[in-house]
């Protein structure tokens, strides 16, 4: 049984050292496994509750993702270091003086559910203004703040859905696990159990998850097994449900590996029977990877009944999205960081109508549409991938969109490829993914020479430390503003405006 620690009035003293081969080894104050129990005082970017240790030789910190101040948690050491350790959160044994009643399923992905709006906010703001002063070293963050725009739905705003497969199954009223046939979300720090959802989580869609637990008994009627994650084998595998906010209708995925014929008749029986006409479309994706992930580096999907898209709409614009398409995952909060988004490209743009707006990396062309919509100004899209390029243009044509033109192109040669456009380009988009943009590509957007660039972030680490190698090439954050895209949990989007400082000339490595 790995030993327990608690915290108040108990400092603990730091391990000996040992020597070996010559060389000086510390023990850590603690070790992998090892589980503690700890009073969260604190809170850090990316969702993570800060305890703190006294020892002999001072504080010695504890991070526990999705714990939060005044929980005393129950958590398990990943990595310790000299001075902090990582942990996962296990259980809360005691919750905060603030949290409130949930009329929903908890699940692990909405660790904040029991937290007032309110206070996620006052976090959110605190801990990501805390990373632009310390990674982004722009000490007068506060000035340049413009605030949070909330979500407007603060329950039920996800527009898709993965719910996994498992013949281990966590127990949630005796927290242990066993052999069974579960069907809902991967119990929090774990990649094998799952905890069955059998009621609505609030996040996703009321009917979809309140009769989960249906689709659950149908498949395991079957006498096909689920899949087991440690021994790589097994049947069910993942569900994956879409929904469109503009009609409510579903596009429905079941994930298999091929070890038997899946009853396809059968199944859309069910998927109809329980969530009817809402239903657009059904697909069943073979999938024999061993890993954890939906999608098949070689397998297929094939649609079994109905359409393979649904539509959404977004600032009277209509996108067909596909079961494997990129889609802002909030789409009412989408409408609002566009919005965002549109303000700042397009502020001036009358004084400017030669001037140039770039959506970069625009992938099927969402902003670069909605940009043209309203822009009374040459908007185009860039994307190294052909077919998101053709997937662009077939939307912009199906919403009579003329004035955006997309480019498959390399962003670093695409002023050599297209020198027509040198010079004009005012104002660059970009939206990168939660990694962030590495230091050669950031370099490819600075030789287009915009005056402006619109930073879109779902990860306002990334964000910052791509500030400061901006700010190098004499580029200035003018704003920033952050967009609550998913409410009870630690994620926020970030809006930036940059500048280039007139007459600044940069000194970009090739």
């Not at 970017?45 to 504080?59: L, S």
């Not at 689920?226 to 021994?231: F, G, L, V």
């Not at 393979?308 to 889609?327: C, D, K, Q, R």
Request: aromatic share 8%; hydrophobic share 40%; proline share 6%.
């Amino acid at each position: 049984m790995p030993l327990r620690y608690r915290i108040p009035g108990h400092p603990l003293p730091l391990a000996q050292s040992k020597t070996m081969g010559g060389h000086r080894r510390v023990k850590r104050t603690f070790h992998k496994g090892q589980i503690l129990t700890l009073s969260i005082e604190d809170m850090a970017f990316g969702g993570k509750g800060v305890a703190r240790i006294e020892t002999e030789k001072g504080p010695f910190v504890v991070f526990v993702q999705n714990a939060f101040p005044g929980q005393t948690v129950e958590a398990q050491v990943v990595k310790c270091k000299s001075r902090h350790a990582e942990c996962r959160l296990l259980r809360v044994t005691t919750p905060a003086a603030f949290e409130i009643d949930l009329p929903y399923q908890p699940i692990p992905g909405a660790p904040y559910a029991t937290v007032p709006l309110e206070k996620q906010h006052e976090w959110k703001e605190a801990s990501a203004l805390d990373l632009y002063r310390k990674i982004g070293q722009i000490e007068d963050i506060e000035g340049l703040y413009q605030g949070l725009v909330p979500s407007p739905l603060a329950w039920h705003y996800r527009n898709k859905m993965e719910y996994s497969f498992s013949e281990i199954r966590h127990d949630l009223e005796t927290d242990e696990k066993v052999d069974d046939f579960g069907l809902g979300f991967k119990h929090r720090g774990t990649w094998w159990a799952v905890e069955n959802l059998d009621a609505d989580s609030g996040l996703f869609d009321a009917l979809v998850e309140s009769t989960l637990h249906k689709v659950r008994a149908w498949c395991e009627a079957t006498g096909l097994p689920a899949w087991h994650p440690p021994q790589r084998k097994g049947f069910f595998r993942f569900l994956v449900v879409r929904k469109s906010y503009a009609d409510g209708g579903l596009l429905v995925n079941l994930v298999t590996t091929s070890d038997a014929p899946l009853d396809t008749e059968g199944f859309v029986s069910l998927v109809r029977g329980l969530w009817g006409d809402r239903v657009q479309g059904i697909l069943h994706t073979l999938n024999d990877d061993v890993g954890e992930r939906v999608e098949a580096r070689e397998g297929q999907s094939k649609l079994i009944w109905g359409e393979s898209v649904v539509t959404e709409v977004l600032h009277g614009l209509s996108f067909g999205i596909s079961m494997a398409s990129f889609f802002q995952t909030n789409p009412a909060s989408a409408s609002q960081l566009y919005a965002e988004v549109m303000a700042l490209a397009l502020e001036g743009v009358e004084d400017r109508p030669q001037q140039v707006i770039m959506d970069l990396f625009c992938g099927t062309g969402t902003i670069g549409q909605l940009m043209a919509k309203h822009a009374q100004a040459p908007v185009i899209g860039v994307d190294i991938v052909p077919q998101a390029i053709a997937d662009a243009k077939v939307a912009a044509a199906n919403n009579g969109i003329h004035n955006v033109t997309f480019f498959a192109a390399d962003a670093g040669k695409f002023l050599l490829e297209h020198p027509e456009y040198k010079g004009k380009i005012h104002t660059v988009i970009l939206d990168p993914p939660r990694a962030g943009i590495s230091p050669k590509t950031l370099r490819k957007v600075m030789r287009l020479e915009a005056e402006r660039i619109v930073y879109v972030s779902c990860n306002p680490a990334t964000q910052a430390r791509d500030l400061v190698e901006l700010a190098a090439q004499g580029y200035t954050l003018r704003s920033l503003k952050l967009v609550d895209q998913f409410p009870h949990t630690a994620h926020v989007e970030a809006v930036a405006l940059v500048e280039r400082i007139p007459g600044f000339q940069p000194n970009l490595p090739s």
